[in-house]
C-alpha cells in the first residue's frame, strides 16, 4: 500500500515564477492538507482540501492557491514566488473531514524542496 | 491562538542516555497532543499520541504524558539509540476543529555510539 508520494522531489525556481507542486494522498484517503516548513522551522498549516473543495486555510496569501480531483489527489500553486517561499512543502493525506469532532490521524508525505532563486 | 514551544536543540547525547525533549503548549479548551519525527530526507511520522488529560503515549521506547496542569507534553525515552537521530515535533490539534496541526519550531536529537 502506497503511502502518501509528492512529486517532484526538489524544485529551483526564480522569484516571480510560478510553480504547482502534487500530492497522492494515501489509499482509502480523501483529505489533503498542505503545510510549508521553513529551513529549522516547524510546519505551518496552509489548507486543506475535501470534496475537491478548499475547506480549511491557515495565514497565507492568496498567492497560494489549490486544488484537489475528483481521485481525491491534490495540487499546490504559488504565484508570483518570493525568496521566502523557499521550503518544504508537506502534502498530508487523512480521512473525512475536520469537523468531526475528533482527530483523524494525517499522514505526511516526504516533501518536496522548493528553493527560489 | 493556539502554540506550540519546545526547547531549542540541537540536543546530542550518547548511547543509552535518558533523553527528554519538554513541550508546552497554549490553547484552549483541550487539544489532543502529538509528537512527530522526521528522519533525514524523509518526511514526518507519528511517534506518540495523547487526546484527554492525564493520557500517556508511548511508541518504540518513547513516552510522554499530557499535564494539563502544566501544559505540558515532555517527550521521554530511558536509553537512546544512535538510529533515535532525527527532528522531533510536538504538536497540537485544538479543539476548534480547524483541520490544521499546530507544530513547534523542532528539536534535532544527535546521538552518538
Known amino acids: 500500500d502506497a503511502g502518501v508520494t509528492q512529486s517532484p522531489t526538489h524544485l529551483i525556481k526564480t522569484r516571480g515564477q510560478q510553480v504547482t507542486l502534487r500530492c497522492s494522498p494515501k489509499?482509502?484517503?480523501?483529505?489533503v492538507s498542505w503545510y510549508q516548513q521553513a529551513l529549522g522551522q516547524g510546519p505551518q498549516f496552509i489548507f486543506q482540501y475535501y470534496e475537491e473543495e478548499e475547506r480549511q486555510r491557515g495565514n497565507f496569501p492568496d498567492r497560494f492557491s489549490g486544488h484537489q480531483f475528483p481521485n481525491y489527489s491534490s495540487e499546490l500553486n504559488v504565484n508570483a514566488l518570493l525568496l521566502g517561499d523557499s521550503a518544504l512543502y508537506l502534502c498530508a493525506s487523512s480521512t473525512g473531514l475536520a469537523a468531526s469532532f475528533s482527530y483523524n490521524e494525517q499522514f505526511f508525505g516526504p516533501g518536496t524542496r522548493l528553493t527560489v532563486l | 491562538g493556539d502554540s506550540v514551544t519546545q526547547m531549542e536543540g540541537p540536543v546530542t547525547l550518547s548511547e543509552e542516555a535518558f533523553l527528554t525533549i519538554n513541550c508546552t503548549y497554549t490553547?484552549?479548551?483541550?487539544?489532543?497532543l502529538f509528537w512527530y519525527v522526521q528522519y533525514p530526507g524523509e518526511g514526518l511520522q507519528l511517534l506518540l499520541k495523547?487526546?484527554?488529560?492525564?493520557d500517556k503515549g508511548s511508541n518504540k521506547g518513547f513516552e510522554a504524558t499530557y499535564r494539563k496542569e502544566t501544559t505540558s507534553f515532555h517527550l521521554e525515552k530511558g536509553s537512546v539509540q544512535v538510529s533515535d537521530s532525527a527532528v522531533y515535533f510536538c504538536?497540537?490539534?485544538?479543539?476548534?476543529?480547524?483541520?490544521?496541526?499546530?507544530f513547534g519550531q523542532g528539536t534535532t536529537l544527535q546521538v552518538k555510539p
Open positions: 495523547a487526546t484527554k488529560a492525564d
Open positions: 504538536a497540537l490539534y485544538g479543539s476548534s476543529n480547524t483541520g490544521k496541526l499546530i
Open positions: 489509499s482509502g484517503h480523501d483529505t
Open positions: 490553547a484552549t479548551g483541550y487539544p489532543s
